[in-house]
């Protein structure tokens, strides 16, 4: 398998919302080793959780921007098997702490997008994260 895709890449999750679940990871490796099992006898459930990295941000989006510039992009440099970035999720952060504030919200979301962008771009990996307000 060449490197950098499919069993081979790593992903990392960034959680916002204390919803990550370690046993749901352990379901989709198992699933995995189900459907791909031909592929790679070698490759077992331990070495696919392996593979997923966790990155949490609980405060605010002012810290999940410094945490993509600041930490993330080292990060992806240091690991560079990562084709997968997952954000659960961006609208956490802009719930709650911008009631009137809309210009400054959508700012903040903008420098957000354009960075997860780059990354994406340059790096290429995909992004992934979820945009709902309640």
């Known amino acids: 398998m060449p490197a950098n895709v499919?069993?081979?890449?790593?992903g990392l999750y960034i959680d916002t919302e204390k919803s990550f679940r370690p046993e749901r990871i352990q379901s989709m490796a198992l699933n995995a080793l189900k459907r791909y099992k031909?592929?790679?006898?070698?490759v077992s459930v331990d070495y696919l959780k392996s593979r997923v990295h966790l990155k949490e941000c609980?405060?605010?989006a002012k810290q999940l921007l410094q945490m993509i510039d600041q930490k993330?992009?080292?990060?992806?440099?240091m690991n560079p098997k990562i084709r997968l970035i997952v954000i659960d999720s961006i609208a956490q952060h802009f719930r709650y702490d911008y009631k009137g504030k809309d210009y400054e919200k959508d700012y903040e979301l903008a420098q957000i997008a354009y960075k997860l962008k780059h990354l994406a771009l340059?790096?290429?990996i995909a992004?992934?994260?979820?945009?709902?307000?309640y």
């Open 6 to 10: 499919g069993l081979s890449a790593e």
């Open 72 to 77: 993330i992009e080292p990060f992806i440099e």
């Open 38 to 42: 031909d592929l790679n006898p070698n």
């Open 58 to 60: 609980f405060d605010d």
């Open 127 to 133: 992004v992934s994260f979820s945009l709902v307000y």
């Open 122 to 124: 340059s790096k290429k």
